[in-house]
T-cell receptor, first 115, second 111 residues
Framework: EPEVTQTPSHQVTQMGQEVILHCVPI?????FYWYRQILGQKVEFLVS????????KSEIFDDQFSVERPDGSNFTLKIRSTKLEDSAMYFC?????????????FGDGTRLSIL | GENVEQHPSTLSVQEGDSAVIKCTYS??????FPWYKQELGKRPQLIID?????GEKKDQRIAVTLNKTAKHFSLHITETQPEDSAVYFC??????????FGTGTRLLVSP
Protein backbone atom coordinates (compact mmCIF):
# COMPACT_ATOMS: atom_id res chain seq x y z
CA GLU A 1 0.00 0.00 0.00
CA PRO A 2 1.45 3.41 -0.94
CA GLU A 3 2.48 5.62 1.96
CA VAL A 4 3.32 9.22 2.72
CA THR A 5 7.02 9.44 3.52
CA GLN A 6 8.52 12.04 5.85
CA THR A 7 12.14 12.89 6.59
CA PRO A 8 13.88 13.29 8.91
CA SER A 9 12.13 11.32 11.62
CA HIS A 10 13.68 13.56 14.27
CA GLN A 11 15.12 17.04 13.88
CA VAL A 12 16.91 18.93 16.63
CA THR A 13 17.48 22.63 15.96
CA GLN A 14 18.67 25.64 17.90
CA MET A 15 16.11 28.35 18.53
CA GLY A 16 16.23 31.00 15.82
CA GLN A 17 17.50 28.62 13.16
CA GLU A 18 15.65 27.70 10.01
CA VAL A 19 14.35 24.19 9.55
CA ILE A 20 12.90 22.39 6.55
CA LEU A 21 10.75 19.31 6.93
CA HIS A 22 10.39 17.02 3.96
CA CYS A 23 7.45 14.99 2.72
CA VAL A 24 6.82 12.78 -0.27
CA PRO A 25 3.05 12.44 -0.68
CA ILE A 26 1.39 9.46 -2.31
CA UNK A 27 2.17 9.74 -5.99
CA UNK A 28 -1.27 10.26 -7.53
CA UNK A 29 -2.57 12.51 -4.79
CA UNK A 30 -3.47 16.12 -5.48
CA UNK A 31 -4.09 17.67 -2.05
CA PHE A 32 -1.34 18.09 0.51
CA TYR A 33 -1.46 19.11 4.15
CA TRP A 34 0.70 19.83 7.14
CA TYR A 35 -0.52 19.27 10.69
CA ARG A 36 1.27 19.47 13.98
CA GLN A 37 0.78 17.72 17.29
CA ILE A 38 2.30 19.06 20.48
CA LEU A 39 3.14 16.21 22.84
CA GLY A 40 0.02 14.81 24.46
CA GLN A 41 -2.33 17.12 22.61
CA LYS A 42 -4.61 16.92 19.59
CA VAL A 43 -3.62 17.15 15.97
CA GLU A 44 -3.85 20.73 14.66
CA PHE A 45 -4.21 21.84 11.05
CA LEU A 46 -1.51 24.12 9.69
CA VAL A 47 -1.96 24.44 5.93
CA SER A 48 -3.44 22.83 2.86
CA UNK A 49 -1.98 23.01 -0.63
CA UNK A 50 -3.52 22.34 -4.01
CA UNK A 51 -2.62 23.20 -7.56
CA UNK A 52 0.70 24.73 -6.47
CA UNK A 53 -0.76 27.19 -4.03
CA UNK A 54 -1.97 27.40 -0.47
CA UNK A 55 -5.71 26.81 -0.32
CA UNK A 56 -6.20 27.31 3.39
CA LYS A 57 -4.06 28.04 6.43
CA SER A 58 -4.62 28.28 10.16
CA GLU A 59 -3.70 31.02 12.62
CA ILE A 60 -0.69 28.94 13.62
CA PHE A 61 0.70 29.24 10.09
CA ASP A 62 2.13 32.74 10.41
CA ASP A 63 4.80 34.51 8.38
CA GLN A 64 7.52 32.26 9.81
CA PHE A 65 6.02 29.27 8.00
CA SER A 66 6.07 28.50 4.31
CA VAL A 67 5.38 25.50 2.12
CA GLU A 68 6.73 24.54 -1.24
CA ARG A 69 6.39 21.82 -3.82
CA PRO A 70 9.78 22.16 -5.49
CA ASP A 71 9.27 19.28 -7.89
CA GLY A 72 6.70 16.67 -8.80
CA SER A 73 7.18 14.58 -5.70
CA ASN A 74 8.31 16.61 -2.69
CA PHE A 75 6.31 18.85 -0.39
CA THR A 76 8.24 20.84 2.20
CA LEU A 77 7.43 22.86 5.29
CA LYS A 78 9.90 25.59 6.24
CA ILE A 79 10.04 27.38 9.55
CA ARG A 80 12.19 30.43 9.09
CA SER A 81 13.18 31.30 12.65
CA THR A 82 12.22 28.55 15.05
CA LYS A 83 10.85 29.19 18.52
CA LEU A 84 10.71 26.91 21.52
CA GLU A 85 6.97 26.53 21.08
CA ASP A 86 7.49 25.11 17.60
CA SER A 87 8.60 21.87 19.25
CA ALA A 88 6.06 19.27 18.16
CA MET A 89 5.44 16.33 15.87
CA TYR A 90 4.74 17.53 12.35
CA PHE A 91 2.63 15.33 10.12
CA CYS A 92 2.31 15.58 6.38
CA UNK A 93 -0.84 14.19 4.78
CA UNK A 94 -2.19 13.82 1.28
CA UNK A 95 -5.46 12.91 -0.37
CA UNK A 96 -6.56 12.04 -3.86
CA UNK A 97 -9.38 14.55 -3.83
CA UNK A 98 -10.87 16.95 -1.30
CA UNK A 99 -11.56 15.36 2.09
CA UNK A 100 -15.25 15.20 1.35
CA UNK A 101 -14.53 12.51 -1.21
CA UNK A 102 -11.32 10.88 -0.14
CA UNK A 103 -9.56 10.32 3.19
CA UNK A 104 -6.31 11.95 4.16
CA UNK A 105 -3.35 9.63 4.61
CA PHE A 106 -0.72 10.64 7.15
CA GLY A 107 3.01 10.12 7.17
CA ASP A 108 4.94 8.90 10.21
CA GLY A 109 5.80 12.45 11.19
CA THR A 110 8.91 14.45 12.01
CA ARG A 111 9.58 15.13 15.65
CA LEU A 112 10.96 18.68 15.84
CA SER A 113 12.83 19.61 18.99
CA ILE A 114 13.87 23.23 19.45
CA LEU A 115 16.61 23.86 21.99
CA GLY B 1 -15.02 28.84 14.82
CA GLU B 2 -14.78 25.12 14.24
CA ASN B 3 -14.62 23.01 17.35
CA VAL B 4 -14.92 19.30 18.02
CA GLU B 5 -15.56 18.08 21.54
CA GLN B 6 -14.64 14.49 22.31
CA HIS B 7 -15.57 12.36 25.33
CA PRO B 8 -14.36 10.62 27.35
CA SER B 9 -10.72 11.63 27.51
CA THR B 10 -9.80 8.20 28.89
CA LEU B 11 -11.66 4.92 28.71
CA SER B 12 -10.69 1.66 30.38
CA VAL B 13 -12.48 -1.56 29.46
CA GLN B 14 -11.98 -5.26 29.90
CA GLU B 15 -11.11 -7.36 26.90
CA GLY B 16 -14.28 -8.41 25.13
CA ASP B 17 -16.30 -5.40 26.31
CA SER B 18 -17.59 -2.68 24.00
CA ALA B 19 -16.17 0.83 23.88
CA VAL B 20 -18.02 3.96 22.79
CA ILE B 21 -16.44 7.34 22.08
CA LYS B 22 -18.56 10.38 21.31
CA CYS B 23 -17.86 13.61 19.48
CA THR B 24 -19.84 16.79 18.99
CA TYR B 25 -19.11 19.32 16.28
CA SER B 26 -20.19 22.90 15.73
CA UNK B 27 -20.00 23.56 12.00
CA UNK B 28 -23.29 22.58 10.37
CA UNK B 29 -21.58 22.67 6.96
CA UNK B 30 -19.29 19.78 7.88
CA UNK B 31 -20.03 16.65 5.91
CA UNK B 32 -17.10 14.29 6.46
CA PHE B 33 -16.30 12.60 9.77
CA PRO B 34 -13.28 10.30 10.04
CA TRP B 35 -11.90 8.44 13.02
CA TYR B 36 -8.17 7.95 13.48
CA LYS B 37 -6.28 5.56 15.74
CA GLN B 38 -2.88 6.67 16.98
CA GLU B 39 -0.51 4.34 18.76
CA LEU B 40 2.26 5.84 20.85
CA GLY B 41 4.77 7.67 18.67
CA LYS B 42 3.05 6.63 15.46
CA ARG B 43 1.03 8.32 12.74
CA PRO B 44 -2.75 8.75 12.97
CA GLN B 45 -4.28 5.90 11.00
CA LEU B 46 -7.73 6.14 9.51
CA ILE B 47 -9.93 3.35 10.82
CA ILE B 48 -13.36 4.37 9.58
CA ASP B 49 -15.11 7.41 8.16
CA UNK B 50 -18.65 8.49 7.47
CA UNK B 51 -20.20 11.08 5.24
CA UNK B 52 -23.24 13.17 6.01
CA UNK B 53 -25.54 11.32 3.66
CA UNK B 54 -25.14 8.16 5.76
CA GLY B 55 -26.35 7.57 9.32
CA GLU B 56 -24.31 4.52 10.17
CA LYS B 57 -21.36 2.58 8.82
CA LYS B 58 -19.84 -0.66 10.02
CA ASP B 59 -16.56 -2.45 9.37
CA GLN B 60 -16.18 -5.70 11.29
CA ARG B 61 -15.86 -4.76 14.99
CA ILE B 62 -15.94 -1.01 14.34
CA ALA B 63 -19.00 1.13 13.65
CA VAL B 64 -19.68 4.82 13.43
CA THR B 65 -23.02 6.57 13.80
CA LEU B 66 -23.86 10.12 12.79
CA ASN B 67 -26.68 12.34 13.98
CA LYS B 68 -26.57 15.49 11.86
CA THR B 69 -29.49 17.12 13.63
CA ALA B 70 -27.76 16.88 16.98
CA LYS B 71 -24.29 17.38 15.42
CA HIS B 72 -22.72 14.40 17.04
CA PHE B 73 -21.11 11.19 15.92
CA SER B 74 -19.85 8.16 17.79
CA LEU B 75 -17.34 5.36 17.41
CA HIS B 76 -18.33 1.91 18.62
CA ILE B 77 -15.80 -0.87 19.07
CA THR B 78 -17.19 -4.29 19.97
CA GLU B 79 -15.32 -7.29 21.37
CA THR B 80 -12.36 -5.12 22.28
CA GLN B 81 -8.88 -6.61 22.24
CA PRO B 82 -5.64 -5.43 23.93
CA GLU B 83 -4.31 -4.32 20.53
CA ASP B 84 -7.20 -1.83 20.34
CA SER B 85 -5.41 0.14 23.07
CA ALA B 86 -4.43 3.51 21.59
CA VAL B 87 -5.55 7.12 21.38
CA TYR B 88 -8.56 7.63 19.13
CA PHE B 89 -9.28 10.96 17.46
CA CYS B 90 -12.48 12.01 15.78
CA UNK B 91 -12.36 14.76 13.18
CA UNK B 92 -14.64 16.78 10.97
CA UNK B 93 -14.02 17.73 7.37
CA UNK B 94 -14.73 21.40 6.95
CA UNK B 95 -14.09 23.90 4.18
CA UNK B 96 -13.30 21.02 1.86
CA UNK B 97 -9.66 21.36 2.71
CA UNK B 98 -8.81 20.59 6.31
CA UNK B 99 -9.64 18.30 9.18
CA UNK B 100 -10.48 19.64 12.62
CA PHE B 101 -9.60 17.06 15.25
CA GLY B 102 -11.11 16.28 18.61
CA THR B 103 -9.00 16.19 21.75
CA GLY B 104 -8.57 12.43 21.69
CA THR B 105 -9.62 9.46 23.82
CA ARG B 106 -7.06 7.18 25.38
CA LEU B 107 -8.52 3.67 25.25
CA LEU B 108 -7.00 1.00 27.45
CA VAL B 109 -8.15 -2.57 26.98
CA SER B 110 -7.09 -4.84 29.81
CA PRO B 111 -6.68 -8.59 29.22
Amino acid sequence: EPEVTQTPSHQVTQMGQEVILHCVPISNHLYFYWYRQILGQKVEFLVSFYNNEISEKSEIFDDQFSVERPDGSNFTLKIRSTKLEDSAMYFCASSDRAPVDQPQHFGDGTRLSIL
Amino acid sequence: GENVEQHPSTLSVQEGDSAVIKCTYSDSASNYFPWYKQELGKRPQLIIDIRSNVGEKKDQRIAVTLNKTAKHFSLHITETQPEDSAVYFCAEGTGFQKLVFGTGTRLLVSP
